[in-house]
Protein backbone atom coordinates (compact mmCIF):
# COMPACT_ATOMS: atom_id res chain seq x y z
CA UNK A 1 0.00 0.00 0.00
CA UNK A 2 1.81 2.78 -1.18
CA UNK A 3 0.95 5.98 0.03
CA UNK A 4 0.25 8.76 -2.67
CA UNK A 5 3.53 10.99 -1.03
CA UNK A 6 5.72 7.78 -1.69
CA UNK A 7 4.45 7.48 -5.21
CA UNK A 8 4.70 11.16 -6.43
CA UNK A 9 8.57 11.11 -5.07
CA UNK A 10 9.21 8.31 -7.24
CA UNK A 11 6.99 10.07 -9.48
CA UNK A 12 9.42 12.87 -9.79
CA UNK A 13 12.90 10.89 -8.92
CA UNK A 14 11.57 8.84 -12.44
CA UNK A 15 11.38 11.82 -14.28
CA UNK A 16 14.71 13.73 -13.24
CA UNK A 17 17.00 10.28 -14.02
CA UNK A 18 14.65 10.53 -17.84
CA UNK A 19 15.40 13.83 -18.01
CA UNK A 20 19.27 13.83 -16.76
CA UNK A 21 20.95 12.50 -19.82
CA UNK A 22 19.50 14.98 -21.85
CA UNK A 23 20.78 18.11 -19.58
CA UNK A 24 23.98 16.57 -18.57
CA UNK A 25 25.74 14.72 -21.27
CA UNK A 26 29.26 14.67 -19.50
CA UNK A 27 29.97 10.59 -21.25
CA UNK A 28 32.43 9.64 -18.34
CA UNK A 29 30.10 10.04 -16.01
CA UNK A 30 26.57 8.81 -18.17
CA UNK A 31 29.36 6.10 -18.68
CA UNK A 32 29.41 5.48 -14.57
CA UNK A 33 25.26 6.15 -14.28
CA UNK A 34 25.19 3.33 -16.64
CA UNK A 35 26.88 0.94 -15.20
CA UNK A 36 25.69 1.62 -11.98
CA UNK A 37 22.38 1.03 -12.95
CA UNK A 38 23.08 -2.47 -14.79
CA UNK A 39 24.52 -3.40 -11.85
CA UNK A 40 22.11 -2.27 -9.40
CA UNK A 41 19.66 -4.54 -11.84
CA UNK A 42 22.25 -7.54 -11.13
CA UNK A 43 22.30 -6.80 -7.22
CA UNK A 44 18.18 -6.71 -7.17
CA UNK A 45 18.30 -10.13 -8.86
CA UNK A 46 20.18 -11.49 -6.54
CA UNK A 47 18.33 -9.81 -3.44
CA UNK A 48 15.39 -11.22 -4.38
CA UNK A 49 16.56 -14.57 -3.03
CA UNK A 50 19.02 -13.41 -0.73
CA UNK A 51 16.58 -11.75 1.36
CA UNK A 52 14.74 -14.79 2.33
CA UNK A 53 17.86 -16.50 3.39
CA UNK A 54 18.94 -18.21 0.09
CA UNK A 55 22.20 -16.94 0.11
CA UNK A 56 23.47 -17.72 -3.24
CA UNK A 57 26.95 -17.51 -4.37
CA UNK A 58 26.37 -19.02 -8.02
CA UNK A 59 24.73 -15.90 -9.41
CA UNK A 60 28.59 -15.12 -10.82
CA UNK A 61 27.24 -18.61 -12.79
CA UNK A 62 23.90 -16.97 -14.12
CA UNK A 63 25.80 -13.82 -14.97
CA UNK A 64 28.22 -15.60 -17.12
CA UNK A 65 25.40 -17.30 -19.00
CA UNK A 66 23.56 -14.71 -19.82
CA UNK A 67 26.37 -12.59 -21.02
CA UNK A 68 28.63 -15.59 -22.70
CA UNK A 69 25.28 -17.19 -24.44
CA UNK A 70 24.13 -13.80 -26.04
CA UNK A 71 27.62 -12.63 -27.36
CA UNK A 72 27.98 -16.58 -28.64
CA UNK A 73 25.04 -16.98 -30.71
CA UNK A 74 25.69 -13.91 -32.16
CA UNK A 75 28.95 -14.29 -33.43
CA UNK A 76 28.64 -17.80 -34.29
CA UNK A 77 25.20 -18.21 -35.78
CA UNK A 78 24.17 -14.14 -36.00
CA UNK A 79 20.90 -14.43 -33.87
CA UNK A 80 20.09 -11.26 -32.63
CA UNK A 81 20.34 -10.59 -29.37
CA UNK A 82 16.57 -9.96 -28.91
CA UNK A 83 16.50 -14.04 -29.42
CA UNK A 84 20.01 -14.43 -27.56
CA UNK A 85 19.28 -13.03 -24.48
CA UNK A 86 15.37 -14.74 -23.94
CA UNK A 87 17.85 -17.93 -24.82
CA UNK A 88 20.66 -17.29 -22.36
CA UNK A 89 17.82 -16.41 -19.73
CA UNK A 90 16.13 -19.76 -20.36
CA UNK A 91 19.40 -21.64 -20.37
CA UNK A 92 20.20 -19.73 -16.76
CA UNK A 93 16.73 -20.68 -15.57
CA UNK A 94 17.33 -24.10 -16.24
CA UNK A 95 20.80 -24.42 -14.68
CA UNK A 96 19.07 -22.85 -12.17
CA UNK A 97 16.29 -25.55 -11.73
CA UNK A 98 18.72 -27.81 -11.97
CA UNK A 99 20.72 -27.39 -9.09
CA UNK A 100 17.99 -25.85 -7.21
CA UNK A 101 15.58 -28.68 -7.37
CA UNK A 102 17.71 -31.26 -5.23
CA UNK A 103 19.05 -28.72 -2.70
CA UNK A 104 15.51 -27.74 -2.17
CA UNK A 105 13.81 -30.90 -2.81
CA UNK A 106 16.76 -32.34 0.19
CA UNK A 107 16.67 -29.67 2.40
CA UNK A 108 20.12 -28.03 1.41
CA UNK A 109 19.81 -25.20 3.46
CA UNK A 110 21.91 -22.73 5.09
CA UNK A 111 25.78 -23.09 4.93
CA UNK A 112 25.76 -26.52 2.57
CA UNK A 113 23.43 -24.24 0.11
CA UNK A 114 25.81 -21.67 -0.26
CA UNK A 115 28.68 -24.23 -1.08
CA UNK A 116 26.79 -25.93 -3.58
CA UNK A 117 26.03 -22.46 -5.44
CA UNK A 118 29.46 -21.63 -4.78
CA UNK A 119 30.28 -24.58 -7.14
CA UNK A 120 28.09 -23.41 -9.33
CA UNK A 121 30.20 -20.66 -9.84
CA UNK A 122 32.91 -21.66 -10.39
CA UNK A 123 32.36 -24.74 -12.81
CA UNK A 124 30.68 -22.00 -15.44
CA UNK A 125 34.15 -19.96 -14.97
CA UNK A 126 36.01 -22.84 -15.66
CA UNK A 127 33.55 -23.80 -18.43
CA UNK A 128 34.16 -20.47 -19.94
CA UNK A 129 37.90 -20.73 -19.32
CA UNK A 130 38.23 -24.58 -20.68
CA UNK A 131 36.26 -23.81 -24.29
CA UNK A 132 38.77 -20.85 -24.91
CA UNK A 133 38.61 -22.06 -29.05
CA UNK A 134 35.18 -20.55 -28.60
CA UNK A 135 34.39 -17.99 -25.75
CA UNK A 136 38.44 -16.78 -26.12
CA UNK A 137 39.11 -17.88 -22.45
CA UNK A 138 40.53 -15.91 -19.87
CA UNK A 139 41.67 -12.96 -22.80
CA UNK A 140 37.60 -12.33 -22.92
CA UNK A 141 35.51 -12.22 -25.70
CA UNK A 142 34.04 -9.41 -27.89
CA UNK A 143 30.71 -9.03 -29.61
CA UNK A 144 30.95 -8.65 -33.71
CA UNK A 145 30.26 -5.59 -34.66
CA UNK A 146 26.77 -5.15 -36.41
CA UNK A 147 27.13 -3.67 -40.03
CA UNK A 148 22.89 -3.33 -40.15
CA UNK A 149 20.21 -2.33 -37.97
CA UNK A 150 21.52 -1.35 -34.52
CA UNK A 151 18.17 -2.10 -33.04
CA UNK A 152 18.26 -5.46 -34.37
CA UNK A 153 22.22 -6.36 -33.28
CA UNK A 154 21.48 -4.26 -30.26
CA UNK A 155 24.28 -2.42 -30.63
CA UNK A 156 24.26 1.45 -30.15
CA UNK A 157 27.45 4.35 -29.74
CA UNK A 158 25.38 6.73 -27.94
CA UNK A 159 25.51 6.54 -24.45
CA UNK A 160 21.83 8.31 -23.94
CA UNK A 161 20.71 5.23 -25.47
CA UNK A 162 21.99 3.03 -23.18
CA UNK A 163 21.19 4.98 -20.31
CA UNK A 164 17.84 4.65 -21.28
CA UNK A 165 17.66 0.94 -21.99
CA UNK A 166 19.53 0.35 -18.63
CA UNK A 167 17.33 2.72 -16.49
CA UNK A 168 13.83 0.75 -17.90
CA UNK A 169 15.71 -2.83 -16.82
CA UNK A 170 16.75 -1.25 -13.72
CA UNK A 171 13.26 0.10 -12.74
CA UNK A 172 11.57 -3.16 -14.23
CA UNK A 173 13.47 -4.84 -11.49
CA UNK A 174 12.45 -2.34 -8.90
CA UNK A 175 9.03 -3.43 -9.55
CA UNK A 176 9.43 -6.83 -9.49
CA UNK A 177 10.99 -6.55 -5.96
CA UNK A 178 8.00 -4.79 -5.03
CA UNK A 179 5.56 -7.47 -6.71
CA UNK A 180 7.08 -9.99 -4.78
CA UNK A 181 7.24 -7.61 -1.98
CA UNK A 182 3.22 -7.43 -1.89
CA UNK A 183 2.66 -11.04 -3.19
CA UNK A 184 1.24 -13.87 -0.78
CA UNK A 185 4.77 -15.64 -2.35
CA UNK A 186 6.82 -13.37 0.39
CA UNK A 187 4.93 -14.65 3.39
CA UNK A 188 5.50 -18.03 2.24
CA UNK A 189 9.60 -17.65 1.68
CA UNK A 190 9.87 -15.38 4.98
CA UNK A 191 7.95 -18.38 6.65
CA UNK A 192 10.15 -20.61 5.09
CA UNK A 193 13.11 -19.22 5.52
CA UNK A 194 12.36 -19.36 9.25
CA UNK A 195 10.70 -22.64 9.45
CA UNK A 196 10.61 -25.29 6.75
CA UNK A 197 7.96 -27.86 8.57
CA UNK A 198 5.78 -25.23 10.07
CA UNK A 199 5.30 -23.47 6.28
CA UNK A 200 4.67 -26.55 4.94
CA UNK A 201 2.18 -27.28 7.60
CA UNK A 202 0.15 -24.24 6.76
CA UNK A 203 0.29 -25.64 3.39
CA UNK A 204 3.04 -24.00 1.38
CA UNK A 205 5.07 -26.55 -1.28
CA UNK A 206 8.20 -25.87 0.04
CA UNK A 207 10.12 -27.29 -2.70
CA UNK A 208 8.01 -25.11 -5.47
CA UNK A 209 7.92 -21.60 -4.03
CA UNK A 210 11.92 -21.66 -3.14
CA UNK A 211 12.27 -22.89 -6.88
CA UNK A 212 10.43 -20.21 -8.06
CA UNK A 213 11.99 -17.39 -6.25
CA UNK A 214 15.47 -19.08 -7.13
CA UNK A 215 13.98 -19.53 -10.97
CA UNK A 216 13.10 -15.45 -11.29
CA UNK A 217 15.95 -14.39 -9.94
CA UNK A 218 18.32 -16.52 -11.66
CA UNK A 219 16.03 -15.13 -15.02
CA UNK A 220 16.77 -11.50 -13.93
CA UNK A 221 20.34 -12.25 -13.34
CA UNK A 222 21.17 -13.62 -16.91
CA UNK A 223 19.62 -10.58 -18.50
CA UNK A 224 22.02 -8.35 -16.32
CA UNK A 225 24.84 -9.81 -17.97
CA UNK A 226 23.50 -10.04 -21.63
CA UNK A 227 22.68 -6.24 -20.93
CA UNK A 228 26.75 -5.70 -19.22
CA UNK A 229 28.10 -7.64 -22.68
CA UNK A 230 25.87 -5.43 -24.47
CA UNK A 231 26.71 -2.30 -23.65
CA UNK A 232 30.67 -2.62 -22.76
CA UNK A 233 31.18 -5.33 -26.14
CA UNK A 234 33.84 -6.86 -24.37
CA UNK A 235 33.59 -9.45 -21.56
CA UNK A 236 35.96 -11.62 -19.99
CA UNK A 237 35.58 -14.41 -17.40
CA UNK A 238 36.19 -12.65 -14.65
CA UNK A 239 34.04 -9.42 -15.38
CA UNK A 240 30.81 -11.37 -15.61
CA UNK A 241 31.30 -14.92 -14.17
CA UNK A 242 32.62 -16.62 -11.11
CA UNK A 243 33.10 -16.79 -7.32
CA UNK A 244 34.12 -12.79 -7.23
CA UNK A 245 30.96 -11.45 -9.16
CA UNK A 246 29.14 -13.65 -6.79
CA UNK A 247 30.84 -11.86 -3.79
CA UNK A 248 30.42 -8.53 -5.41
CA UNK A 249 26.77 -9.11 -5.88
CA UNK A 250 26.51 -10.37 -1.82
CA UNK A 251 28.46 -7.85 -0.95
CA UNK A 252 26.63 -4.99 -2.57
CA UNK A 253 23.27 -6.25 -1.34
CA UNK A 254 24.15 -6.53 1.88
CA UNK A 255 25.68 -3.17 2.07
CA UNK A 256 23.23 -1.10 0.39
CA UNK A 257 20.70 -2.92 2.53
CA UNK A 258 18.77 -6.03 1.57
CA UNK A 259 15.46 -5.71 2.80
CA UNK A 260 14.43 -1.88 1.03
CA UNK A 261 13.98 -2.23 -2.29
CA UNK A 262 16.17 0.75 -3.37
CA UNK A 263 19.33 -1.04 -1.17
CA UNK A 264 20.95 -3.12 -3.77
CA UNK A 265 20.78 -0.11 -6.08
CA UNK A 266 22.75 1.93 -3.09
CA UNK A 267 24.99 -0.61 -2.74
CA UNK A 268 26.16 -0.10 -6.69
CA UNK A 269 26.59 3.18 -6.20
CA UNK A 270 28.83 2.25 -3.13
CA UNK A 271 30.86 -0.20 -5.09
CA UNK A 272 31.38 1.38 -8.41
CA UNK A 273 32.43 4.59 -6.77
CA UNK A 274 35.08 2.47 -4.81
CA UNK A 275 35.75 0.78 -7.73
CA UNK A 276 36.33 4.25 -9.33
CA UNK A 277 38.20 6.40 -7.03
CA UNK A 278 40.90 3.27 -6.74
CA UNK A 279 41.28 3.01 -10.05
CA UNK A 280 41.31 6.71 -10.82
CA UNK A 281 43.33 7.61 -7.35
CA UNK A 282 45.87 4.53 -7.98
CA UNK A 283 45.88 3.20 -11.19
CA UNK A 284 47.19 -0.07 -11.54
CA UNK A 285 49.37 -0.31 -7.93
CA UNK A 286 45.67 -0.26 -6.77
CA UNK A 287 44.11 -3.51 -8.70
CA UNK A 288 42.15 -5.75 -6.44
CA UNK A 289 42.32 -3.27 -3.63
CA UNK A 290 38.47 -2.80 -3.94
CA UNK A 291 38.25 -6.66 -3.36
CA UNK A 292 40.29 -6.49 -0.28
CA UNK A 293 38.33 -3.44 0.73
CA UNK A 294 35.31 -5.52 0.09
CA UNK A 295 35.88 -7.95 2.50
CA UNK A 296 36.85 -5.91 5.68
CA UNK A 297 33.89 -4.51 4.78
CA UNK A 298 31.42 -6.88 4.63
CA UNK A 299 32.64 -8.41 7.96
CA UNK A 300 32.12 -4.86 9.20
CA UNK A 301 28.62 -4.29 8.00
CA UNK A 302 27.49 -7.98 8.94
CA UNK A 303 28.45 -7.42 12.48
CA UNK A 304 27.77 -3.47 12.82
CA UNK A 305 25.06 -3.15 10.39
CA UNK A 306 23.06 -6.07 9.27
CA UNK A 307 20.39 -4.34 7.85
CA UNK A 308 22.27 -2.38 5.34
CA UNK A 309 23.38 1.60 5.05
CA UNK A 310 20.03 2.27 3.41
CA UNK A 311 17.83 0.14 5.38
CA UNK A 312 19.52 1.83 8.94
CA UNK A 313 18.92 5.29 7.23
CA UNK A 314 15.06 4.61 6.70
CA UNK A 315 14.77 2.81 9.98
CA UNK A 316 16.40 6.33 11.49
CA UNK A 317 14.16 8.60 9.55
CA UNK A 318 11.09 6.24 10.25
CA UNK A 319 11.16 4.84 13.91
CA UNK A 320 7.65 3.22 12.95
CA UNK A 321 7.79 2.19 9.40
CA UNK A 322 5.46 -1.12 9.41
CA UNK A 323 5.67 -3.48 11.88
CA UNK A 324 9.27 -4.54 12.49
CA UNK A 325 10.01 -7.84 10.37
CA UNK A 326 11.60 -10.12 12.93
CA UNK A 327 14.58 -10.43 10.87
CA UNK A 328 15.20 -7.27 11.22
CA UNK A 329 15.18 -8.13 15.00
CA UNK A 330 17.06 -11.44 14.72
CA UNK A 331 19.35 -9.94 17.38
CA UNK A 332 16.91 -9.37 20.10
CA UNK A 333 14.63 -12.38 19.29
CA UNK A 334 13.63 -13.96 22.22
CA UNK A 335 13.63 -17.81 22.45
CA UNK A 336 10.53 -19.24 21.64
CA UNK A 337 8.97 -21.06 25.34
CA UNK A 338 9.41 -24.64 25.46
CA UNK A 339 12.32 -25.17 23.60
CA UNK B 1 -13.48 -40.01 7.67
CA UNK B 2 -10.22 -41.06 8.37
CA UNK B 3 -9.07 -45.30 8.34
CA UNK B 4 -5.19 -45.85 9.56
CA UNK B 5 -4.36 -49.37 9.05
CA UNK B 6 -1.38 -51.16 10.54
CA UNK B 7 0.76 -47.88 10.57
CA UNK B 8 4.60 -48.45 11.07
CA UNK B 9 7.23 -46.15 11.20
CA UNK B 10 10.86 -47.35 12.43
CA UNK B 11 13.85 -44.61 12.81
CA UNK B 12 16.43 -47.06 12.12
CA UNK B 13 16.18 -50.06 14.10
CA UNK B 14 13.92 -48.32 16.86
CA UNK B 15 10.26 -49.02 16.23
CA UNK B 16 8.18 -45.92 17.35
CA UNK B 17 5.12 -46.53 16.16
CA UNK B 18 4.29 -50.70 15.72
CA UNK B 19 1.31 -51.51 13.88
CA UNK B 20 -1.01 -48.75 14.98
CA UNK B 21 -4.69 -49.14 13.60
CA UNK B 22 -7.46 -46.81 14.50
CA UNK B 23 -10.92 -45.01 13.08
CA UNK B 24 -12.29 -41.62 13.59
CA UNK B 25 -15.54 -41.09 12.66
CA UNK B 26 -17.07 -37.59 11.08
CA UNK B 27 -17.38 -35.22 14.20
CA UNK B 28 -15.40 -36.78 16.72
CA UNK B 29 -13.06 -35.35 19.25
CA UNK B 30 -10.73 -38.37 19.71
CA UNK B 31 -8.42 -38.73 22.59
CA UNK B 32 -4.59 -39.83 21.84
CA UNK B 33 -2.79 -39.93 25.14
CA UNK B 34 0.52 -41.81 26.38
CA UNK B 35 3.72 -41.59 28.15
CA UNK B 36 6.45 -39.16 26.72
CA UNK B 37 8.21 -40.98 23.35
CA UNK B 38 4.77 -43.34 23.16
CA UNK B 39 4.50 -42.62 19.61
CA UNK B 40 2.08 -39.68 19.60
CA UNK B 41 3.53 -37.42 18.09
CA UNK B 42 5.12 -39.62 15.47
CA UNK B 43 1.59 -40.78 14.73
CA UNK B 44 0.46 -36.78 14.04
CA UNK B 45 3.88 -36.76 12.34
CA UNK B 46 2.82 -39.54 9.20
CA UNK B 47 -1.17 -38.15 9.60
CA UNK B 48 0.22 -34.68 8.62
CA UNK B 49 2.58 -35.63 6.08
CA UNK B 50 5.95 -34.64 7.97
CA UNK B 51 7.24 -37.85 8.42
CA UNK B 52 6.32 -40.76 5.49
CA UNK B 53 5.57 -44.20 7.40
CA UNK B 54 7.55 -47.36 7.08
CA UNK B 55 4.64 -48.88 6.53
CA UNK B 56 0.66 -49.05 6.66
CA UNK B 57 -2.05 -47.12 4.95
CA UNK B 58 -4.00 -43.85 5.91
CA UNK B 59 -7.12 -43.64 4.30
CA UNK B 60 -8.40 -39.86 4.58
CA UNK B 61 -11.70 -39.27 3.36
CA UNK B 62 -11.86 -42.56 1.24
CA UNK B 63 -8.35 -41.66 -0.28
CA UNK B 64 -5.09 -42.90 0.76
CA UNK B 65 -2.49 -40.32 1.78
CA UNK B 66 0.28 -42.37 3.22
CA UNK B 67 3.23 -40.90 2.37
CA UNK B 68 2.12 -37.61 0.43
CA UNK B 69 4.19 -34.38 0.99
CA UNK B 70 2.31 -31.86 3.82
CA UNK B 71 1.13 -29.25 1.75
CA UNK B 72 -0.83 -31.61 -0.19
CA UNK B 73 -2.46 -33.83 2.99
CA UNK B 74 -2.77 -29.72 4.26
CA UNK B 75 -4.54 -29.02 1.32
CA UNK B 76 -7.06 -32.14 1.27
CA UNK B 77 -8.44 -30.89 4.12
CA UNK B 78 -6.30 -31.77 7.25
CA UNK B 79 -4.88 -29.13 9.43
CA UNK B 80 -2.24 -29.16 12.24
CA UNK B 81 -0.58 -27.95 15.30
CA UNK B 82 2.69 -28.45 16.87
CA UNK B 83 3.90 -29.40 20.29
CA UNK B 84 5.58 -26.46 20.78
CA UNK B 85 4.22 -23.42 18.77
CA UNK B 86 6.34 -22.40 15.63
CA UNK B 87 5.39 -18.74 14.96
CA UNK B 88 6.52 -16.78 11.81
CA UNK B 89 8.17 -14.10 13.93
CA UNK B 90 9.38 -12.69 10.60
CA UNK B 91 5.49 -11.97 10.18
CA UNK B 92 2.85 -9.97 11.75
CA UNK B 93 0.01 -12.40 13.73
CA UNK B 94 -2.58 -11.64 10.75
CA UNK B 95 0.15 -12.67 8.40
CA UNK B 96 0.92 -15.47 9.80
CA UNK B 97 -2.98 -16.72 9.55
CA UNK B 98 -3.49 -14.93 6.62
CA UNK B 99 -0.19 -17.13 4.66
CA UNK B 100 -1.94 -20.59 6.30
CA UNK B 101 -5.39 -19.44 4.97
CA UNK B 102 -3.94 -18.77 1.19
CA UNK B 103 -1.61 -21.94 0.83
CA UNK B 104 -4.01 -23.91 2.97
CA UNK B 105 -6.85 -23.40 0.84
CA UNK B 106 -5.64 -24.04 -2.38
CA UNK B 107 -4.09 -20.96 -3.23
CA UNK B 108 -7.35 -19.31 -3.82
CA UNK B 109 -7.18 -15.51 -3.37
CA UNK B 110 -5.91 -13.00 -1.13
CA UNK B 111 -9.31 -11.72 -0.06
CA UNK B 112 -10.30 -15.48 0.67
CA UNK B 113 -7.30 -16.01 2.87
CA UNK B 114 -8.15 -12.38 4.65
CA UNK B 115 -11.47 -13.14 5.21
CA UNK B 116 -10.29 -16.68 6.70
CA UNK B 117 -7.53 -15.39 8.44
CA UNK B 118 -10.31 -12.83 10.58
CA UNK B 119 -12.65 -15.82 11.21
CA UNK B 120 -9.86 -17.83 12.62
CA UNK B 121 -8.38 -15.44 15.00
CA UNK B 122 -11.40 -14.42 16.11
CA UNK B 123 -12.28 -17.85 16.48
CA UNK B 124 -9.54 -18.43 19.26
CA UNK B 125 -10.00 -14.72 20.52
CA UNK B 126 -6.65 -13.46 19.10
CA UNK B 127 -7.20 -9.60 17.66
CA UNK B 128 -7.50 -9.32 14.36
CA UNK B 129 -5.77 -6.12 13.73
CA UNK B 130 -3.13 -6.24 11.07
CA UNK B 131 -0.27 -4.95 12.45
CA UNK B 132 -0.03 -6.71 15.94
CA UNK B 133 3.68 -8.25 16.26
CA UNK B 134 3.78 -11.83 17.19
CA UNK B 135 6.46 -11.39 19.77
CA UNK B 136 3.80 -9.31 22.11
CA UNK B 137 2.37 -12.95 22.40
CA UNK B 138 2.57 -15.50 25.46
CA UNK B 139 2.75 -19.02 25.82
CA UNK B 140 -1.52 -19.02 25.94
CA UNK B 141 -0.98 -16.60 22.88
CA UNK B 142 1.23 -18.63 21.04
CA UNK B 143 -0.80 -21.88 21.01
CA UNK B 144 -4.11 -20.09 20.05
CA UNK B 145 -2.15 -18.56 16.99
CA UNK B 146 -0.93 -22.41 16.29
CA UNK B 147 -4.44 -23.25 16.34
CA UNK B 148 -5.50 -20.12 14.66
CA UNK B 149 -2.74 -21.03 11.99
CA UNK B 150 -4.57 -24.72 12.02
CA UNK B 151 -7.90 -23.50 11.15
CA UNK B 152 -7.17 -21.32 8.92
CA UNK B 153 -6.36 -24.30 5.71
CA UNK B 154 -10.11 -24.45 6.32
CA UNK B 155 -9.59 -28.37 7.50
CA UNK B 156 -11.73 -31.11 7.85
CA UNK B 157 -9.97 -33.08 10.25
CA UNK B 158 -7.71 -30.84 12.72
CA UNK B 159 -5.09 -32.58 14.67
CA UNK B 160 -4.18 -30.56 18.02
CA UNK B 161 -0.53 -31.64 19.05
CA UNK B 162 -0.82 -31.34 23.26
CA UNK B 163 -2.65 -27.90 22.99
CA UNK B 164 -2.22 -27.46 26.99
CA UNK B 165 1.40 -27.59 27.68
CA UNK B 166 2.94 -25.28 29.35
CA UNK B 167 -0.66 -23.09 30.55
CA UNK B 168 -2.09 -22.40 33.75
CA UNK B 169 -5.59 -24.29 34.90
CA UNK B 170 -7.56 -21.60 34.17
CA UNK B 171 -5.94 -21.19 30.61
CA UNK B 172 -6.15 -25.27 29.87
CA UNK B 173 -10.11 -25.04 31.11
CA UNK B 174 -10.44 -22.30 28.23
CA UNK B 175 -8.25 -23.86 25.87
CA UNK B 176 -10.03 -27.69 26.04
CA UNK B 177 -13.59 -25.68 25.94
CA UNK B 178 -12.11 -24.16 22.35
CA UNK B 179 -11.54 -27.20 20.99
CA UNK B 180 -15.09 -28.65 22.07
CA UNK B 181 -16.23 -25.13 20.39
CA UNK B 182 -14.58 -25.78 17.44
CA UNK B 183 -15.61 -29.15 16.95
CA UNK B 184 -19.76 -27.95 17.83
CA UNK B 185 -19.60 -24.84 15.88
CA UNK B 186 -17.55 -25.54 12.57
CA UNK B 187 -17.95 -29.15 12.14
CA UNK B 188 -14.32 -29.78 12.81
CA UNK B 189 -13.18 -33.75 13.39
CA UNK B 190 -10.81 -33.37 15.46
CA UNK B 191 -7.75 -35.63 16.90
CA UNK B 192 -6.04 -34.18 20.22
CA UNK B 193 -2.45 -35.45 21.82
CA UNK B 194 -2.20 -34.51 25.21
CA UNK B 195 0.03 -35.20 28.05
CA UNK B 196 -2.62 -34.20 30.58
CA UNK B 197 -5.33 -36.34 31.34
CA UNK B 198 -7.78 -34.72 33.41
CA UNK B 199 -8.69 -32.27 30.51
CA UNK B 200 -8.42 -34.53 27.92
CA UNK B 201 -11.03 -36.51 29.35
CA UNK B 202 -13.52 -34.09 29.88
CA UNK B 203 -13.66 -33.02 26.31
CA UNK B 204 -13.28 -35.77 24.54
CA UNK B 205 -15.71 -38.36 23.03
CA UNK B 206 -13.82 -41.49 22.72
CA UNK B 207 -9.79 -42.17 23.98
CA UNK B 208 -6.57 -44.26 22.47
CA UNK B 209 -3.95 -45.24 24.60
CA UNK B 210 -0.32 -45.21 23.34
CA UNK B 211 2.72 -47.22 24.74
CA UNK B 212 6.04 -47.67 23.52
CA UNK B 213 4.50 -46.88 19.78
CA UNK B 214 1.52 -49.72 20.34
CA UNK B 215 -1.80 -49.65 21.02
CA UNK B 216 -2.63 -50.61 24.48
CA UNK B 217 -5.97 -49.59 24.98
CA UNK B 218 -9.20 -47.59 23.22
CA UNK B 219 -12.56 -46.83 24.03
CA UNK B 220 -14.73 -44.07 26.29
CA UNK B 221 -12.84 -42.12 28.70
CA UNK B 222 -14.74 -43.66 31.65
CA UNK B 223 -13.99 -47.08 30.83
CA UNK B 224 -10.26 -46.33 29.58
CA UNK B 225 -9.54 -44.56 32.80
CA UNK B 226 -10.20 -48.13 34.81
CA UNK B 227 -8.13 -49.95 32.42
CA UNK B 228 -5.30 -51.55 34.55
CA UNK B 229 -2.79 -51.06 31.86
CA UNK B 230 -3.23 -47.89 31.46
CA UNK B 231 -3.20 -47.17 35.00
CA UNK B 232 0.02 -49.35 34.74
CA UNK B 233 1.41 -47.23 32.16
CA UNK B 234 0.85 -44.11 33.98
CA UNK B 235 1.24 -44.62 37.50
CA UNK B 236 3.84 -47.51 37.11
CA UNK B 237 3.86 -51.52 38.12
CA UNK B 238 2.53 -50.41 42.13
CA UNK B 239 -0.56 -49.17 41.14
CA UNK B 240 -0.86 -52.46 39.47
CA UNK B 241 -0.65 -53.99 42.21
CA UNK B 242 -2.66 -51.21 44.30
CA UNK B 243 -5.34 -51.88 41.51
CA UNK B 244 -4.95 -55.67 41.83
CA UNK B 245 -5.47 -55.45 45.61
CA UNK B 246 -8.37 -53.68 44.53
CA UNK B 247 -10.19 -55.70 42.50
CA UNK B 248 -9.84 -58.46 45.02
CA UNK B 249 -11.48 -57.00 47.76
CA UNK B 250 -14.11 -55.96 45.52
CA UNK B 251 -14.60 -59.37 43.91
CA UNK B 252 -14.52 -60.53 48.10
CA UNK B 253 -16.94 -57.94 48.54
CA UNK B 254 -19.06 -59.14 45.64
CA UNK B 255 -19.04 -63.04 46.93
CA UNK B 256 -20.00 -61.96 50.43
Not at chain 1, 32 to 39: E, G, K, Q, S, T
Not at chain 2, 23 to 33: A, C, P, S, Y
Not at chain 2, 143 to 159: F, I, M, N, V
Request: a neutral charge; hydrophobic letters at 50%; proline letters at 4%.
Amino acid sequence: MMGRGRLAAWGIGLAALVALPFVYRDPYHLHIMVLILIWSFAYTSWSMMGRFGLVSLGHGGFMGIGAYVTALLWNHLGWSPWIGIPVSMAAAGALALIVGYPCFRFRITGHYFVLVTLALSGIVLQVITATRDYTGGSLGYTPNRAAGNKLWSLQFDDKITWYLIALGVWLFGIVLWHWVDRSMARYALEAISEDEDAAAAAGVDVTAEKLKITLLSALMTALAGALYCQYQMFITPDTVSGIAVSLQMVFAAIVGGLFVSLGPTFGAIITIMLAETLRIGFGTKAVGWDNLVYGVLLVLFIIFLPKGILGSLLDRLKPQRKVPRAHEQEAVQIARPGT
Amino acid sequence: MLEVNGLVKRFGGFTAVNNVSFKVDQGEILGLIGPNGSGKSTIFNMLSGTLAPTSGSILFDGSEIAGLPPHRIINSGIGRTFQIPRPFRRLTIFENVALAGFYGQGRHSRARAEEAAERSLAMVGLPTDRHASVDGLGAAGLKKLELAKALATAPKLLLADESLGGLDEAEMGQAADMLRNIRDELGITIIWVEHIMGVLMRVVDRVMVLDHGEKISEGLPSAVAGDPRVIEVYLGTDAETTQAAAAAARRRAGVQ
